[in-house]
């Protein structure tokens, strides 16, 4: 389906730049903006509601000198442990965040709000059950979070999933799960997303802030050094095996629950929310960190180049 009128024409590619928990900054959307597609963030990314205020106004006073700019997206995490969840919410509404991409819990009273001043609501899902509720809740776009996302993510074929959910959904569809080259972007659509979702790609570049070590596992990692449990945070998701077996555990052998002290300083000293680093299994097209701009340059042009051979399949 077409665009909502908040993002059409203002997007050099049908990208958006997934918020990564704890990764993202305001200095690495700002430059996904710049360059032509929805740049984001976690709101719990900021470490207090006060400055979240802050850095709202600082991000919509920064992309207003940029008129070619594409919109922004903060990520309002909605589970019960968040406490932040109301206040944060009332700053999106007085920053006029454009787009508000929801996890976790049910979005509902986030649409009502958004809606309010006009803005768009992206609500996360890893199954059809989720995406029903979703839609049911009037949410503007559903992200499609399938097999191979970075992080928290589902287990679902994305063939399967998108047709499911476009069996029952006509707004904003977009596709995530291991979408790293501009060739993946175009198959996001054919298969009947609107937009691709990529998270994972934005960490090997030089905005991001994340720690030297993790880049250099980053650019080291394809596919086969991902693996997927439940372990670190009750939910499932994909991670960075060189990551986990620098704190003395066993990638190929972990334990079905967490243990004593695993986590909390008492088994290597690490934490597990900083120590183990997340990933999705498109890892392995990054070689290098280049700008978000000189990365933004590439997928273009791969974007380009495959829908030309697209074309020449047509019969």
Not at 88 to 100: C, Y
Not at 128 to 147: L, P
Not at 190 to 199: R, T
Not at 269 to 286: E, H, M, N, R, S
Request: hydrophobic share 45%.
């Amino acid at each position: 389906m077409p665009l909502p009128t908040l993002l059409r024409d203002r997007l050099r590619l049908p990208l958006v730049a997934a918020p990564m928990f704890l990764a993202s900054s305001p200095k690495l959307m700002l430059a996904q903006c710049r360059a032509g597609v929805v740049g984001s963030m976690p709101a719990l990314n900021i470490r207090s509601s006060e400055q979240l205020d802050d850095c709202l106004a600082q991000l919509v006073e920064e992309l207003a000198t940029t008129p070619q700019a594409a919109p922004f997206a903060i990520n309002q995490i909605l589970s019960p442990a968040n406490s932040r969840k109301e206040r944060d919410l009332a700053l999106l509404e007085k920053h006029r965040v454009p787009v508000v991409i929801t996890s976790v819990g049910s979005p509902g009273e986030v649409v009502e709000t958004v809606h309010g001043y006009g803005g768009l609501v992206f609500h996360d899902v890893v199954s059809v059950r989720h995406a029903e509720k979703a839609a049911a809740a009037g949410v503007d776009g559903i992200v499609a979070v399938c097999a191979g996302a970075g992080g928290h993510g589902g287990d679902l074929n994305p063939f399967a999933f998108v047709n499911e959910i476009r069996s029952f959904f006509d707004g904003t569809l977009l596709l995530s799960g291991a979408l790293a080259h501009g060739k993946d972007i175009l198959a996001a659509q054919l298969l009947g997303a609107d937009l691709a979702y990529m998270g994972t790609r934005f960490l090997g570049t030089a905005e991001s802030e994340i720690d030297a070590v993790y880049k250099e596992m980053l650019q080291a990692a394809g596919a086969d050094d991902i693996v997927y449990t439940d372990l670190f945070s009750g939910m499932r998701g994909n991670y960075l095996k060189a990551s986990i077996a620098r704190t003395g555990l066993n990638p190929a052998r972990l334990p079905a629950a967490p243990q004593p002290g695993v986590g909390t300083g008492g088994h290597g000293d690490f934490k597990l929310w900083k120590d183990i680093w997340a990933a999705g299994q498109g890892v392995g097209a990054i070689n290098g960190l280049p700008s978000v701009a000189e990365l933004i340059d590439e997928l273009e042009q791969q974007y380009r180049a495959a829908l030309k051979q697209a074309q020449a399949l047509a019969l």
